[in-house]
């Protein structure tokens, strides 16, 4: 009787244990975002990594780089660095399960789009969202393809991750391009950071060997006299053997931030030339700096990427930070004197001799990572300062978010700034004061600005709306997640979700999402969208809506680094 029970108990008790890890692997699966492959070593074909014919090697080379100049990652261990993501308590079944509704809902709008992609777009750069058809924009080797590569690993969708990778291997050559000109900063950051993280995700090695092939195309746009890239670089003059110059200035921004992914792949394939034209170009930035101070977010992603090896980006951001922190952040008076920060444009000019700076009090959706920037940086660097900064800087672009009429903040607007950071009431004569200069009117006329403000539909707080489109940019939620992931604060959840559904409402279309025209109107149903999607929707902004609503150890930001396309690489740890 009672060895009968026992023997009944086992089975029930099987099945109950099988139910629950088929329950756990159903539910870790699609959070899971790594393919078993990944974690296991590979045997990468040696060919895969230095294939002497490749097309791209067959150019020769008209300004050698000497080897003396050559230089390689440091030998050694990598050095542990403080954490970045907050401890995150147990979640509630309510919590859960509302999370785990918004990450479905993400998801389904990225399955859409990604339908829409393959069925009127495939292999192209992008899918026309309204008129269901394709365009090529960035250099015609599927961008949309390339950059949702990682996102379709991070969401779970391994059947289209399988048939995307296929497709990339059979289909996508980089020895033409359907541009004669193409931009090496966006094929750095879009294809090669694309292929790297979804390498590091799925350790599928067909995606390195593309890596490596568009490493070795961007790599002869560096085949100049002082070995600084072409940023707007002809193919087809390379190909023919024309000699090739690079302008005395770039972007700091476009040229800074290759050295992540050049970085990342001398670090998989073990061959240093990338590395050693990423340090060439960081090396005449460091000399630039003190004279010019520019901040970005690539010298403290550097620091994360490299595992502490290489200490002189660490000492670039600091530097960076210190003038940014000084002359680039606002606080901008608003009704109900919200204690955040807008990151302006300092602007330095000569007078009597003497330089000065002067800050453009406009904020851009743009620089609306800039919080997350700091966040990652206080973190790394032990900087509270830093963290406080972010805070306000994420929450400037909450706020103008939230006190837009659809919810979505636009392109570029401009906002009166406080007299002073500390406190700062409310003043409404002053804002059309303030909407009255930025219009060049040289008095003040209550009506004439209640006429501005109705003409240019600005909501309390806004001075000025240059461009007022939304176009699916993803800075916002990028900063809002790094702050999650950094702060835990349950309310940064609750923002997140409200500028999704403010975007889905407005920028939804039949088949995907489109960019709109204005996002000043008053209802959704007025809003003009403009028929472009770009690749960054389904490869940042739609990755960073699930991953706010992920377990914070889905591409925890201790082992991960995102490049500036929000594509995540394997940090160096200890
Ligand atoms: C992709 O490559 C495969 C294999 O070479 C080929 O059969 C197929 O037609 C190609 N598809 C496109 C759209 O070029
Ligand atoms: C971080 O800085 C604080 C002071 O600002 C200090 O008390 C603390 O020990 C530092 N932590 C580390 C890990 O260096």
Redesign the pocket.
């Known amino acids: 009787m009672f060895a009968g029970r026992r023997r009944l108990v086992f089975p029930i008790g099987a099945v109950l244990l099988i139910l629950y890890l088929g329950y756990k692997l159903s539910v870790r699966r699609p959070e899971a975002g790594l393919w078993p492959e990944a974690q296991h070593p590979l045997h990468v074909n040696p060919k895969v990594l230095n294939d002497e014919d490749y097309f791209w090697r067959q150019i020769p080379t008209q300004y050698p780089v000497p080897p003396q100049s050559m230089r390689a990652f440091p030998q050694g261990p990598p050095v542990a660095l403080p954490k970045i993501q907050a401890e995150f308590p147990q979640e509630t079944t309510s919590d859960r399960k509302l999370r785990l509704q918004r990450q479905a809902a993400v998801r389904s709008a990225f399955q859409r789009c990604w339908d829409a992609y393959v069925k009127h777009a495939?292999?192209q750069d992008e899918v026309t969202p309204l008129s269901a058809s394709s365009k090529n924009t960035f250099g015609g080797w599927g961008a949309t393809l390339v950059d949702s590569l990682d996102t379709l690993c991070i969401m779970g969708l391994r059947q289209e991750f399988d048939e995307a990778v296929t497709?990339v291997a059979?289909?996508i050559s980089f020895e033409t391009s359907s541009l004669t000109e193409i931009n090496v900063f966006e094929t750095t950051i879009r294809y090669l950071g694309g292929f790297l993280a979804a390498y590091d995700l799925s350790g599928d090695p067909r995606l390195l060997q593309k890596a490596r092939e568009v490493g070795d195309m961007l790599y002869v746009a560096f085949d100049t006299p002082n070995h600084m890239p072409i940023t707007r670089w002809e193919l087809g003059r390379a190909t023919s053997g024309g000699k090739q110059q690079a302008a005395e200035w770039a972007l700091v921004a476009e040229i800074g931030s290759l050295c992540m992914e050049f970085t990342r792949l001398s670090l998989i394939t073990n061959d240093q030339k990338w590395f050693s034209a990423a340090e060439n170009i960081m090396l005449a930035l460091q000399k630039q700096q003190m004279e010019t101070k520019l901040p970005g977010l690539w010298p403290i992603s550097m620091v994360a990427l490299s595992g502490g090896l290489l200490p002189h980006y660490g000492d670039m951001y600091t530097e960076a930070m210190k003038t940014a922190i000084k002359y680039n952040f606002f606080r901008p008076m608003v009704p109900d004197s919200a204690d955040i920060l807008v990151s302006g444009i300092a602007r330095t000019s000569t007078e009597n001799g003497k330089p000065s700076v002067t800050v453009e009090t406009q904020g851009q959706h743009l620089v609306c990572f800039a919080g997350g920037m700091l966040a990652i940086g206080g973190k790394l660097l032990n900087e509270s300062g830093h963290l406080t900064t972010a805070r306000k800087l994420v929450d400037g672009c909450i706020w103008a978010y939230e006190n837009m009429p659809l919810g979505i903040m636009p392109e570029v607007f401009w906002m009166a700034p406080c007299d002073s950071d500390s406190d700062c009431p409310w003043d409404e004569k002053k804002w059309m004061q303030a909407v009255l200069e930025r219009a060049g009117a040289d008095k003040y006329d209550i009506d004439s600005a209640a006429d501005l403000i109705k003409e240019r539909r600005l909501p309390p707080g806004f001075t000025d709306i240059p461009d007022k489109r939304y176009v699916l940019r993803p800075e916002a939620i990028e900063s809002v997640f790094i702050m999650y992931r950094t702060t835990g604060d349950p309310r940064l959840l609750e923002a997140a979700w409200a500028v999704f559904e403010a975007i889905q409402a407005v920028t939804k279309t039949d088949i995907a999402n489109s960019a709109v025209a204005d996002v000043t109107v008053a209802s959704p149903a007025e809003v003009r969208q403009t028929d472009s999607m770009e690749s960054f929707w389904m490869g940042e902004t739609l990755k960073y809506f699930y991953l706010v609503f992920s377990e914070p150890d889905l591409i925890s930001l201790d082992e991960w680094v995102f490049n500036t396309e929000a594509h995540p690489f394997r940090r160096l740890l200890p």
């Open positions: 495939w292999l497709a059979a289909n």
